[in-house]
């Protein structure tokens, strides 16, 4: 079954906006990841939180995790047109396996 | 620094046919992983190699998939006979050892069969 659930599951915003996505999961965890997937490439680690962490910043990407609430956001500053993708979070599950949501997908419209 | 390789990158086959897919992942991973991703949908985890060993393939259709490490390096997927809904993205991943971290991905293989 799916750990990470992500929402929405579709998001279309103009070029220069910021865009939010959330992920929530079920069991406790260690960490959270967050991965990209473009059209034609493989999936490409973004960024990786720990469960100690609140916050957590690379370039134009905002990471939050709540572990109380068990859920994790995504903020994307600035888009650009390359960010068109569909985004996936991942958490660990319990014999080491990483487990995925079903992924938002992110529309640049120019 | 070399990615994850696979190949082929596309594949096209008939039902009941078999097909094989191959991966080389980043130089001194000993953790590999093949996973299979449905159109909309995220990846599921077939199999995971411990250096040449198997740590996990509940997931994996043993009456048809089958999958190597042979000398705990490169890896291959076997389908043998193969079925409509095998039509998917196989994605190979590594990591080093240590537990729970960062996957590194190949490009994929994309499999349709008609």
């Known amino acids: 079954s799916q750990q990470g659930e992500e929402d929405p599951q579709a998001l279309s915003i103009q070029e220069g906006e910021n865009a939010t996505m959330n992920c929530s999961y079920k069991?406790?965890?260690?960490?959270l990841q967050w991965y990209r997937q473009n059209s034609g490439r493989g999936l490409v680690h973004l960024i990786l939180?720990?469960?100690n962490e609140r916050e957590k910043h690379s370039g134009r990407l905002r990471v939050t995790l709540d572990t109380s609430k068990k859920s994790s956001s995504l903020l994307i500053t600035a888009s650009r047109a390359a960010d068109t993708a569909s985004y996936f979070c991942?958490?660990?599950?319990?014999?080491?396996?990483?487990?995925w949501g079903a992924g938002t997908k992110l529309i640049i419209k120019p | 620094e070399a990615g994850v390789a696979q190949s082929p990158r596309y594949k096209i086959i008939e039902k009941r046919q078999s097909v094989a897919f191959w991966c080389n992942p980043i130089?001194?991973?000993?953790?590999l992983y093949w996973y299979q991703q449905i159109l909309g949908q995220g990846p599921k985890l077939l199999i995971q190699?411990?250096?040449?060993?198997?740590?996990?393939d509940s997931q994996l259709p043993k009456d048809r998939f089958s999958a190597e490490r042979l000398k705990g390096v490169d890896s291959t997927l076997k389908i043998q006979p193969a079925k409509l809904e095998d039509s998917a993205v196989y994605l190979c991943?590594?990591?080093?050892?240590?537990?729970?971290?960062?996957?590194?991905f190949g490009p994929g293989t994309r499999l349709l069969v008609l």
């Open positions: 991943a590594s990591s080093s050892p240590g537990g729970k971290e960062t996957q590194y």
């Open positions: 130089s001194g991973h000993a953790t």
């Open positions: 991942a958490t660990w599950g319990s014999n080491y396996q990483l487990i």
């Open positions: 939180i720990r469960s």
């Open positions: 069991t406790s965890i260690n960490n």
């Open positions: 190699f411990q250096n040449n060993g198997v740590v996990d």
